[in-house]
């Protein structure tokens, strides 16, 4: 293909935000299409890199290592590897994914790649892009995975952020094995709260089991077994955690995440534990971030960076969980995306619409965009016709932009509207644009920066689909779904006027021109589709001819608008096969046939004038080439004529030439996952061409270059140079014009078409009165914004309403007039006779009208009908349904019976018949039963052949207690309904048992409803029958209540509907309430039989028995009921005479008539009297029965009560049944849960076992080959002397130490770099360990330099010295690296252990689950519940809350308690009876040893007296004062010393008061000193306190000086003594080491058979 020329990608714009990041610290990427854009965010300038696949798939890059990678989009992906800037493939990666990428990450710490495929397989792998070798993988571990992130300061940690969660992927790595293991974060939820893991329940068996069995997990519960059955059961039954949207490491490995709900939170990937750092839900948060949902983060000098939809940049301050708003920043929209520059100087942002923003903290705080990009895809691009050659571009909301040849956005410019197609005009500088809503927008160009909207028409009520101008500019064609093609006049000195219109035979598909300048002709092709089929191909081909000159004259368009076909020359073809698109050339025509993936050439034929316009030629294509492989595809000729474009869905865009369309060139311009090729433009040198892309929101300018048609492009070329400066010259002339345009604004275009809309009003409201008028001109209301056909329409009505104005005003009044008088017959015609009354119908004049609104009103019935059919066909089916189900299959219907006299009422139960399985199964369980009964019976014979009478008695009696209500746990026994197999409560222990329990316990059940049944049928038939008995009496009421002449309303009870509900299935006429309609043969038919009626009333006419009924009431003879309507006639005198000319015999008649009106008025009253006392016995007696059944009523209530209770309680036990049975199968599934995580768990236990082992085997390998290394290292060591045996001692000790000394490299790295950079130096150490030998060996040229040889040491010495030192750091390089391996296979092993002694343990405890849930399910089923029914009294356990807990309840039987209660209340007796004895005889003994002791201390008294007498012994002056007899004079001798005693002592008071008076003056006089002193002292003690604190400073500065310097000079003393020691014992340690390897090298030489045998 390249050998006819190549297409080279010139620039593209779009920017999606999809994939974004620096490549360097100046640079960055992103994708653009099917290309890579690279943008130096300085200069802004841009370079395009496409890739080398179908489309760009998933980017990401590291700016660290200049890379940048991506994945290609296709079956089987690539991943591809480039470096920047030079933009070299490194290596392509293909990986297992089939389908896709969903995400890619390079690591900061060496050469590894983390990538993420969709389904189906989800991988994720960690791959050495150097190398191409994927080092770790892990199979459907990425589900939902959007975003993978390294541990920038250690490459082991792989974050994968998910939409639901996060998780941290540790890849361990063992020598060059390497896997992965994950840690999962769980999330809390979305109120901010942690939610609880679902923890599987612990089986040990406790001493008090639960009521209602043991508790299961939700997974046994629901039944879900497999790998899943947790997981989906864990998200049911957990609530809904937070979205993650954002993630960024820290520099202590943890994790920074935002999420959707405006959470920030703090991850620890070691512990796992999540801190919520920010929670927009409490009081408490801070208000500038509540709307933020963090969308992006990245972390910064001084804290966290943090965008969301709030528009606001934030820098956050962290301290432990407290958050600060140090700065703030504003952008213009919502950012998604921020990173910083590798050298963390320039912070980028992006956001969805467009926009990527820089802001460089350290220079200035401003908010910098360097790149608008806008949003939405692009629709169309076209290059403008001028010497600038501008491309100009539209988007779907309607953003118009301007760009320059090298891809510069000048301007843009916002139409507020949807936008579909564009095309720039060729004579002038503007370009028209089409609309969803069927405008076309003219937008002037002239100032590219500021474009401006000029004019616009409405030509569509629907999406223009076409927009296309003729070569020379003379018309712009529009065309549309309506079949309309417009013309309208290019020329902006026209105003873009509208010439006319054509309609077209279908859906226009494609619309192209061309302008043969010979014939002075334009020809317009448009491919349509047929009318009939709406198909999205055409096969009909239009091409239309007009005139260039004179076709705005009068005869070239009608009065509405259409193009006249005098002026227009309409062909018509028909192609064989349907075409998708197709352009139009020199007689000759190229389409694409989507159906066989085909272009194809048409030859237009020559001489078609003869041909009339509604003739159809068919045409055969005379070139056929194959097309692209996905379509369909558009095709676009060259202005040159030359090469003909085509893209299509796959986003290919190839080039072939007119001339033989067999080779083409191609260029992958889009994605095809993404749509394809919207739209393509050639420019007007045909040499550059542009393409907009489908969905994927770019926009390619691509160069063309084609070799070996120089001579007829040359050629093409002069020709077109006429063309050229005719369009120059009118491009001189009418772009000033574009320019003086004022911009359009919508007031304009209102105030324009306000008076023509209000005069089309005006005209249609004359004369609206009328209904049909109204309604007519309702219909032709004109749309609230009409296109410009309809205007023309408007104006020409408008203009024949002038014109015939009078005309109509007459025709108007004469249908006034007319209407009025058939009004008036009308009326006159409604009061004539039936036989001389008109039909309505006959006084319509306009039959064509009436049969149009009778098809309309038909039409509009048989649709109402329609839908009233579909409706009660739906309602008819539910009815059947309902009916079927609900009321046919009930072999007893469900019905009540209500009380006379009061609300009460029993209703039956329904029941349906029972099915032939549940019979089955019934026949079954009790032939089982019976067998086990039959065998219980046998063994209990042979067992009681033993037995005396008496224990059979016995043994007769408790079996009749077992089968008592207390121990089967319901009333139906009481009833007589139990069925004589069910088990014994206490005997059911299998499942079986149980089940068979529930089908005995559903035929009881069956059996109490069937017996309720037949009573509540006897008492609804008692009923039926006292009803028709209520009602023979209440006639004979009424009809005695009528003789009597009484109006009383009397009662008269009936069935209601629940006791007659047979009747809700009937509808009666009284019910419906709408008219009935009667078609016109229901009404004949009626009126048929009204005849029928009066005919037959006339035939029955017989005056006999009229005249019978007349006189007495049609019977021959006098009954006795008719006594009370019987009445005397008086005389005539009576009337005609006063009583006082009464006649003898009169006055006897009268006495006759007086006497017979007397005893008939007896008779009356006798009559009366009994009819009212037959009235009362017959209402009594009404009441009587209706009472008494009301009393039967209320028994059977009773009984139903009682079957309500046994059914309950039966119900009870089938319902305990069923929950047992549920429970042993979830019992079951937990078991096997259980041993299938057992199962999974013990072969992967062997798994680890095996990887233990053979890890263990390769470390120790390893171990020794590490031994060997470091023995080697350590000869090198001691052999330094020997080497230099020939060097003498002093200078062999300077070169030791010199051997011995080693450059600083990482230090010295650390310090020279002085850019800040919060992960910088663990990444720097991390960054130097792969390299750290070539470093140290590079920094050991300066110790090998010349200038460090040591005086007088021979060079060829230090030479050999130089190659020893070398040997020897690379061999301690070596060590420490083998070393590294090995502390890192340890390691690792060391985890592989421990995962093995988890394993184990897990193993361990589903064991001991598995066991303890055997020990429960063992106890559930042997510990049964069982139903008991007790009494009042007989319950001895306290309630709470109305419920009653018999957990440590004991079932006793009855006679067990009777005696124990008999036992307890004899023992009792006795022992009261001997404690009384007891109590007697201890009082006894308590009163003789009371009366004892009282004795004893009686005796005790008197000896105590006896012996003080003996013992007395008298003083002199007591023996004196008893001989004295002088005793007053002694007493008053003592009176007066006591006196004089006194006397004395109030004396010494006295004076030692005193001398206490005066002591307390003088200290009175020391405390007003003492205050005084005190004053002055607190004066003076702040400048004291002052002065001390300085003392205090001075005093502690030179302590501590003092004790510093000691200090230091100790710590000093210790360093070196410290240092000394150290060099000694290392000297030791090497000479001992030397020793030990000198003494194995001796032993191996002069033993090596018995070494041989220690080793082994």
């Not at 679902?198 to 089991?209: A, D, I, N, Q």
């Not at 302008?515 to 009939?532: H, M, N, S």
């Not at 009436?850 to 048989?862: F, G």
């Not at 590079?1338 to 030479?1359: C, F, H, T």
């Amino acid at each position: 293909m390249d050998g006819i020329g190549n297409l080279e990608v010139r620039w593209t714009q779009g920017f999606t935000n999809k994939s974004i990041g620096f490549v360097d610290n100046k640079t960055v990427c992103y994708t653009c299409g099917s290309h890579i854009c690279f943008l130096n965010l300085e200069t802004k300038l841009q370079s395009v890199f496409q890739g080398p696949g179908r489309g760009i798939g998933t980017l990401t890059a590291n700016a660290i290592n200049g890379i940048f990678a991506f994945s290609e989009q296709k079956l089987s992906p690539s991943i591809f590897v480039y470096i920047f800037p030079e933009l070299q493939l490194k290596n392509e990666l293909k990986g297992t994914a089939q389908l896709d990428y969903t995400s890619l990450t390079l690591s900061d710490g060496g050469p590894y790649l983390g990538c993420c495929s969709s389904l189906p397989d989800y991988t994720i792998t960690v791959w050495n892009w150097q190398n191409a070798e994927p080092i770790c993988t892990q199979p459907q571990a990425g589900h939902d995975v959007i975003s993978l992130v390294f541990n920038p300061l250690n490459w082991l940690q792989l974050c994968a952020l998910s939409t639901t969660s996060i998780t941290v992927w540790n890849i361990e790595k063992s020598a060059s094995f390497h896997v992965l293991k994950p840690r999962v974060i769980e999330l809390p939820a979305t109120d901010g709260c942690f939610a609880e893991r679902l923890v599987p329940t612990s089986h040990t068996v406790s001493e008090k089991p639960p009521y209602f069995g043991p508790e299961m997990p939700p997974s046994a519960i629901s039944g879900l077994k497999g790998d899943k059955a947790e997981i989906i059961v864990t998200k049911l039954c957990t609530k809904a955690r937070l979205t993650p949207t954002a993630l960024c490491w820290t520099a202590t490995s943890e994790l920074y995440v935002g999420c959707k709900e405006g959470f920030l939170l703090l991850l620890d990937p070691e512990s796992l534990s999540v801190s919520v750092l920010f929670n927009p839900t409490t009081p408490d948060a801070i208000p500038d971030l509540r709307q933020s949902n963090f969308q992006g983060l990245t972390l910064n000098k001084t804290g966290l960076i943090a965008v969301g939809q709030d528009s606001v940049v934030h820098c956050l301050q962290i301290k432990g969980t407290q958050i600060d708003i140090t700065q703030k920043w504003q952008l213009e929209g919502p950012a998604t995306t921020v990173m910083y520059s590798p050298d963390y100087d320039t912070l980028l942002l992006s956001s969805n619409a467009g926009q990527i923003y820089v802001l460089n903290p350290t220079r200035s705080d401003k908010i910098v965009k360097v790149l608008d990009g806008l949003s939405g895809n692009f629709v169309a691009a076209a290059w403008s016709h001028s010497d600038k050659n501008i491309c100009v571009s539209v988007r779907e909301p309607g953003e118009l932009q301007l760009w320059s040849v090298d891809g510069i956005c000048l301007g843009s410019l916002s139409l507020q509207a949807e936008v579909t197609g564009l095309a720039c005009c060729p004579i002038a500088q503007y370009a028209a644009v089409g609309t969803t809503s069927g405008n076309i927008l003219f937008i002037d160009l002239n100032r590219e920066q500021q474009p401006r909207l000029v004019h616009q028409v409405q030509l569509y009520h629907t999406p223009v689909d076409h927009l296309v101008f003729d070569q020379e500019g003379h018309y712009l064609l529009t065309g549309a779904s309506d079949s309309h093609i417009y013309v309208l006049d290019a020329k902006p000195s026209k105003k873009f006027s509208v010439i006319g219109y054509t309609v077209v035979p279908g859906p226009i598909l494609s619309l192209s021109t061309q302008c043969i300048r010979d014939c002075e002709q334009v020809k317009v092709l448009a491919l349509c589709t047929r009318q009939e089929g709406k198909n999205h191909d055409g096969s009909l081909l239009t091409l239309l001819s007009l005139p260039v000159k004179n076709l705005a004259g009068p005869d070239c368009v009608d009065r509405r608008g259409c193009l006249s076909t005098q002026i227009l020359k309409v062909s018509n073809y028909e192609v064989p096969h349907p075409l998708k698109s197709c352009v139009l050339g020199v007689s000759e025509v190229f389409a694409y046939c989507h159906g066989r993936k085909t272009l194809q050439r048409l030859q237009l034929p020559q001489d078609t004038d003869g041909l009339p316009s509604q003739q159809v030629v068919k045409l055969k294509p005379v070139q056929e080439v194959k097309g692209h492989p996905r379509g369909p595809a558009s095709l676009v000729l060259s202005p040159h004529q030359l090469w003909l474009a085509s893209v299509g869905r796959d986003g290919l865009l190839r080039i072939r030439e007119t001339a033989s369309m067999e080779r083409y060139i191609e260029l992958q311009c889009h994605s095809c996952r993404l749509g394809g090729v919207r739209s393509l433009a050639f420019s007007a040198d045909s040499q550059t061409l542009l393409t907009a892309g489908f969905e994927d929101g770019s926009l390619v300018c691509t160069n063309l270059r084609i070799k070996g048609v120089d001579v007829e492009v040359n050629k093409a070329t002069q020709n077109s140079q006429p063309i050229a400066h005719f369009l120059k010259n009118i491009f001189n002339t009418e772009n000033p014009v574009v320019i003086d345009l004022p911009e359009w604004s919508q007031g304009s275009r209102a105030g324009t078409e306000k008076p023509e809309e209000s005069e089309v009003d005006g005209a249609e409201s004359v004369d609206v009165t009328e209904q049909d008028e109204s309604y007519n001109s309702l219909l032709s209301a004109p749309p609230s914004h009409p296109t410009w056909l309809e205007s023309r329409r408007e104006a020409v009505i408008k203009e024949d309403n002038e014109q015939y104005s009078e005309t109509k005003k007459n025709m108007r009044k004469t249908i006034k007039e007319l209407r009025d008088t058939i009004q008036e017959m009308m009326r006159e015609n409604a009061n004539l006779p039936d036989i001389e009354r008109l039909e309505q119908q006959e006084f319509n004049l306009d039959f064509e009208q009436q049969r149009r609104l009778e098809a309309m009103v038909e039409q509009e019935v048989t649709r109402v009908r329609k839908e009233i059919n579909c409706e009660i066909l739906g309602k008819c089916y539910l009815r059947d349904v309902l009916k079927r189900e609900c009321w046919d299959s009930m072999k007893v219907k469900g019905r009540a019976i209500k009380a006379f006299h009061t609300e009460q009422e029993v209703k039956n139960y329904p029941l349906k018949e029972r099915t032939e399985k549940e019979v089955e199964e019934l026949h079954r369980v009790q032939s089982m039963r019976k067998f086990e009964k039959e065998a219980c019976t046998q063994s209990s014979l042979e067992k009681s052949s033993n037995r005396t009478n008496a224990e059979e008695e016995e043994q007769r009696e408790e079996d009749h207690t077992a089968e008592s209500a207390a121990v089967t746990g319901s009333f139906s026994i009481q009833f007589g309904y139990s069925n004589p197999y069910i088990y014994d409560q206490f005997s059911l222990q299998t499942t079986e048992q149980r089940i068979n329990q529930i089908i005995l316990l559903q035929d009881v059940i069956y059996r109490i409803k069937t017996a309720f049944n037949t009573e509540f049928e006897a008492v609804h038939r008692q009923k039926v029958q006292e009803l028709n008995r209520v009602k023979e009496r209440k006639r004979h009421i009424g009809e005695i209540m009528l003789e009597l002449d009484m109006k009383e309303k009397l009662w008269e009870p009936s069935l209601t509907n629940n006791e007659w509900p047979e009747r809700l299935l009937t509808v009666e006429d009284s019910e419906i309430k709408a008219q009935k309609y009667h078609t016109p043969e229901q009404k004949m038919e009626e009126r048929k039989k009204l005849e029928e009626q009066r005919r037959l009333a006339a035939k029955s006419d017989n005056c006999r028995e009229r005249a019978l009924d007349d006189m007495m009431d049609g019977v021959l003879e006098v009954k006795k009921e008719e006594i009370l309507k019987m009445e005397i006639p008086p005389p005539e005198f009576i009337l005609t005479k006063p009583d006082i000319h009464w006649s003898e015999e009169e006055r006897k008649v009268y006495k006759e008539y007086e006497k017979k009106t007397k005893g008939l008025s007896e008779e009356k009253e006798k009559y009366k009297k009994v009819l009212e006392t037959e009235m009362k016995k017959l209402q009594a007696s009404t009441k009587d029965e209706t009472e008494r059944f009301d009393e039967n009523l209320a028994k059977l209530f009773e009984k139903k009560v009682k079957c309500e209770m046994a059914i309950c309680q039966e119900e009870l036990k089938i319902t305990y049944f069923v929950y047992t049975v549920v429970i042993e199968e979830e019992i079951r599934n937990r078991e096997l849960e259980l041993k299938l995580k057992l199962e999974k768990t013990l072969a992967y236990k062997d798994e680890i076992g095996e990887e233990v082992k053979r890890h263990e085997e390769e470390v120790e390998l390893f171990r020794e080959t590490y031994d060997s290394i470091l023995a080697e290292d350590k000869v090198l060591d001691k052999e330094f002397r020997k080497d230099f045996f020939d060097v003498p001692t002093h200078v062999v000790d300077h070169l030791y130490k010199l051997f011995k000394r080693r450059p600083r490299v990482q230090k010295m790295r650390t310090q020279t770099d002085n850019n800040y950079n919060p992960l910088k130096e663990q990444r720097l150490c991390g960054s130097l360990a792969p390299d750290a030998l070539g470093k140290m060996l590079k920094a050991m040229e300066e110790l090998d330099a010349p200038e460090n040889i040591p005086e007088g040491l021979n060079p060829s010495i230090w030479e050999r010295f130089c190659f020893v030192r070398r040997s020897k750091v690379e061999s301690e390089q070596k060590v420490k690296v083998r070393a590294l391996t090995l502390a890192e296979m340890q390691a690792f092993l060391q985890k592989r252990r421990d995962e093995y002694k988890a394993v184990q343990q897990e193993i361990k405890n589903l064991s001991d689950d598995l066991e303890s849930l055997h020990k429960e399910k063992n106890r559930f089923l042997m510990d049964i519940m069982v139903q008991v029914l007790l009494k009042q009294g007989q319950v001895e356990v306290p309630t709470a809350d109305l419920t009653a807990d018999y957990t440590d309840s004991v079932l006793l039987h009855r006679s067990v308690v009777e005696d124990l209660n008999r036992t307890i209340r004899m023992l009792g007796e006795q022992k009261i009876a001997s404690m009384v004895e007891c109590k007697d005889f201890r009082k006894g003994i308590i009163q003789l040893d009371w009366e004892h002791k009282l004795m004893r201390m009686q005796i005790e008294d008197l000896n105590n007296k006896a012996r003080d007498i003996q013992m007395l012994r008298l003083s002199e002056e007591q023996q004196d004062y008893l001989n004295r007899t002088d005793r007053d004079i002694r007493v008053s001798k003592q009176v007066s010393i006591l006196e004089k005693t006194i006397a004395y002592q109030e004396k010494t008071h006295l004076q030692s008061v005193q001398h206490r008076i005066k002591k307390i003056e003088q200290l009175q006089r020391q405390a007003a000193m003492k205050a005084e002193k005190n004053t002055i002292l607190e004066q003076q003690l702040p400048h004291m306190q002052v002065t001390v604190a300085e003392r205090g400073h001075i005093y502690e500065a030179i302590a501590s000086e003092e004790n510093q310097a000691a200090k230091t000079e100790e710590r000093y003393r210790e360093i070196v003594q410290k240092k000394n020691l150290e060099d000694l014992s290392r000297a030791q340690a090497e000479y001992l080491s030397f020793l030990w390897a000198e003494l194995e090298r001796l032993r191996m030489k002069n033993f090596p058979s018995l070494d041989q045998l220690k080793h082994n």
